[in-house]
């Protein structure tokens, strides 16, 4: 019976998660396995990977054969490696020690890579949501700034309007002032000419 270490698809639509089984070839790819070694998350920003590292290297050395999928993941995890290393030793092409500080040495060093990786990520995404801020500070910026120039415009054009109607009434007071003079000058005009017809007779008289 061939055996496969192969992806088990569960998750809801557009959100998939995956099982990492160990299952009969012939078997269909999310039907029966014959066990459960592990969990694959590939929604989060760096995928999560959840493996039973001997289980897994058990069912290799049994002859197991992973799906292209699931070889980049146990080689991720260095357990393509491990056995690489273990095979040398059954050969007598080196000790168990030597393997195993050969092993350590690479995990150290995979470890120290994830770390930098996860670290890159984590500043590139902070430097997108400081970059995301100030877009939107100066969005926010240009907004005010706007609704202030509106403001005053409308309030130097609210002055210019009641600007002329202030001229337009003390002109309108100044021409009620001056007819009452006109009238009390056509008023005088009548007893000038009476005077004048007074003086007139005098001289008759005389």
């Known amino acids: 019976m061939a055996v496969k270490i192969r992806l088990a698809r569960r998750g809801r639509k557009k959100m998939a998660m995956y099982d990492v089984v160990v299952a009969d070839a012939r078997a269909p790819r999310d039907g029966r396995f014959i ?41 991720y995890r260095g357990l393509l490696y491990k056995k690489h290393l ?5 050969k007598g092409a080196m000790t ?8 350590e040495a690479w995990m150290k060093d995979k470890q120290s890579a994830i770390e930098g990786k996860e670290k890159s990520l984590a500043d590139k995404a902070a430097a997108e949501k400081k970059a995301r801020l100030e877009a939107e500070a100066k969005v926010n910026e240009a907004r005010a700034e706007a609704i202030k120039k509106r403001q005053e415009e409308a309030e130097a054009e609210s002055k210019a309007a009641e600007a002329p109607a202030e001229e337009e009434a003390p002109a309108e007071e100044a ?18 000419e009476a005077s004048e017809e007074k003086s007139e007779e005098e001289k008759k008289e005389d």
């Open 175 to 192: 021409s009620t002032e001056e007819a009452p003079k006109a009238e009390s000058s056509s008023d005088e005009t009548p007893k000038e």
């Open 86 to 90: 273990q095979i040398g030793v059954i």
């Open 96 to 103: 168990q020690e030597e393997a195993d500080k050969k092993l």
């Open 35 to 75: 066990e459960k070694i592990g969990t694959y998350n590939p929604n989060t920003p760096v995928a999560a990977i959840e493996l039973d590292n001997d289980k897994a290297f058990q069912w290799l050395m049994n002859g197991a054969q992973p799906t292209d999928t699931v070889r980049a993941m146990l080689s």
